[in-house]
């Protein structure tokens, strides 16, 4: 498969071994004394996570500043009194997610010598200054941020926007992420291999088709794309 096109999701597969931001944020929240469920945090979590670059002026910041206003939205909803806990759930899941870039890097370092290397997340339309204030961007020729290119996944769009800079084709492309119903799903629909992050999914999790690759973290990519089988 050398020379193939790559495109990673962020949120949950690059920050994280599969695990998604909601996954994550939610037991440090209960860490701080929140009584609330996980449907009604999700609710609001997601409330948060569909208004932020309309509540917020996010050009130019990165993740830190990012996941500060992401936290300050969620608790202003469900715990206006205990905004203090702010820090105390950003740290931590700053500290995560840059371990795992940390982890990330010589895999991309390997991988940019043989393959052309994009992402395609629905994020808030910073995603690139987020890659650079986290040492991360150089190793991406395209960035296909949903914020900036006006199209969600699992929509064709989002995939095609980042194919088209790079000049691959669905043939040579592959399309690795923690979501199923998202990444998986808009690969599957313009016919992009696809190897998906299990993170947290239990054995009984089904994939989305037969022709999915699982890992159970992102060095068995190299492997996966390295196999004779599919060149």
């Known amino acids: 498969m050398s020379g193939a096109t790559v495109l990673f999701d962020f949120g949950g597969t690059l920050d994280s071994n599969g695990i998604p931001w909601l996954d994550r944020f ?29 509540r917020f002026r ?10 500060r206003l992401h936290v300050r939205s969620v608790l202003k ?8 806990s702010i820090e105390r759930i950003v740290q931590p899941f700053l500290y995560d997610s840059r371990d795992s870039f940390r982890k990330a890097r ?16 629905n994020f808030y339309g910073n995603l690139e200054s987020i890659l650079e ?25 989002i995939f ?3 194919m088209n800079y790079i000049g691959a084709g ?30 947290n999914h239990d054995d009984e999790t089904l994939p989305c088709c ?11 990519l190299e492997i996966c794309l390295e196999s004779p089988a599919l060149a």
Do not use: C
Request: a negative charge; hydrophobic letters at 40%; proline letters at 5%.
């Open 77 to 84: 909803i469900l715990a206006p009194d205990r905004l203090n």
């Open 210 to 220: 037969n022709q999915v690759k699982i890992l159970n973290s992102l060095e068995e």
């Open 133 to 157: 204030t986290e040492g991360l961007r150089s190793y991406f020729t395209v960035i296909s941020d949903s914020g900036k290119v006006g199209f969600l996944k699992p929509s064709p769009e």
């Open 58 to 67: 996010l050009d130019g910041l990165g993740l830190e500043e990012t996941l």
């Open 26 to 54: 939610y037991p440090l929240y209960l860490r701080q004394g929140l009584e609330v469920s996980r449907e009604q945090f999700s609710r609001v979590y997601f409330d948060a996570d569909d208004h932020l670059a309309a």
């Open 170 to 199: 669905p043939a040579n492309t592959w399309m690795v992420g923690d979501s199923l119903s998202r990444d998986m799903k808009g690969a599957e629909l313009i016919g992009l291999s696809h190897a998906w992050l299990r993170g």
């Open 106 to 121: 010589p895999i991309l370092e390997r991988l940019k010598k043989h393959h052309a290397l994009g992402i395609v997340s």
């Open 160 to 162: 095609l926007y980042a």
